[in-house]
């Protein structure tokens, strides 16, 4: 059996280094990225196989990153975790005084992104029979005030996903909404906030290993409503 591998991009800390984690430890290969290098090695370090992890620092929102991701996947990919996001102004913003070019990079980070890592690894995907895993948020779907932002550039990432789905049904394509997580994301929308009652992103990776490894078809999943899993790949 050949090792699988994932890209898992925003890696660093919170969700992405929870799941890069768990996979490693299973003995997946991995190629990782945030923008903070050193943090980023220091994440690398803690994981239990480092010698299965490719770390490149960069912005997604860069195509000389993204192209430089996308050379260090092997011909053939199992898994690509879009995850890496940006948040926009905080504390956030209403609509009204959103700044233009703060809802630009919004979806330079969460929405053309991840679109442009699927453009360029799709052939490895194919050949693999992989899956797409797009992290999303409730903010796509709900109108919660000062969250116009992200919410619309997740909305657009789950619409991606949608299409995407049925242009390549050879592909497992999903959006993915992992819920409230004591994260510097979730702190960065609360601040000031006790946010310690939220679930550690950790609670969620069992969720996420159901899509990973089970057989559930292409779709928007909620973690809240994916039973625990049982033995993934
Ligand atoms: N936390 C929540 O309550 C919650 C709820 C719903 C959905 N989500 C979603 O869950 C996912 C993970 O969020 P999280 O809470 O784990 O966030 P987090 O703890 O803030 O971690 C974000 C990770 O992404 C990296 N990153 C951010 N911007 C990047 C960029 N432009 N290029 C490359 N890497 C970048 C960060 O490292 P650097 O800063 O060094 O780049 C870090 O490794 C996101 O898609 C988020 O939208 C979170």
Redesign the pocket.
């Known amino acids: 059996m050949t090792t699988p591998t994932a890209l898992v ?9 929870a799941l890069a984690t768990s996979l490693n430890a299973r003995g997946w290969q991995l190629v990782l ?4 290098g050193d ?2 090695a220091t994440a690398v370090g803690s994981l239990p196989l480092p010698g299965l992890v490719t770390a490149l620092s ?4 860069d195509p000389a990153h993204r192209a430089t991701l996308a050379a260090a996947v092997p011909a053939r990919l199992d898994l690509l975790v879009a ?4 948040l926009g102004p905080s504390p956030l913003p209403p609509l009204a005084e959103l700044p233009l070019p703060a809802f630009e990079r919004l979806l330079a ?2 929405t053309v992104a991840p679109l442009a890592l699927v453009q360029l690894l799709l052939p490895a995907l194919r050949r693999a029979g992989g899956r797409a895993l797009l ?4 903010a796509a779907v709900e109108g919660y005030a000062g969250w116009g932002g992200y919410g619309a550039s ?1 909305a657009a990432l789950d619409q991606l996903g949608r299409v995407l789905a049925v242009e390549e049904p050879d592909l497992r394509v999903y959006a993915v ?5 004591a ?4 702190q960065a929308a609360f601040p000031g906030e006790d946010i310690s009652d ?1 679930p550690s ?1 950790d609670s969620v990776v069992p969720a996420l290993l159901r899509l990973i490894g089970g057989d559930l078809p292409s779709g928007r999943y909620r973690t809240a409503e994916l039973a625990p899993a049982g033995a993934p790949a």
Not at 9 to 17: D, K, N
Not at 183 to 186: I, K, L, P, R
């Open positions: 991009t925003g890696a660093s800390r919170g969700l992405g280094l990225d945030a923008r903070d943090r980023l960069g912005d997604v929102a995850n890496a996001s940006d980070v969460n992290v999303s948020s409730d997740k909404d992992p819920g409230d997580m994260t510097d994301m979730h939220r992103p």
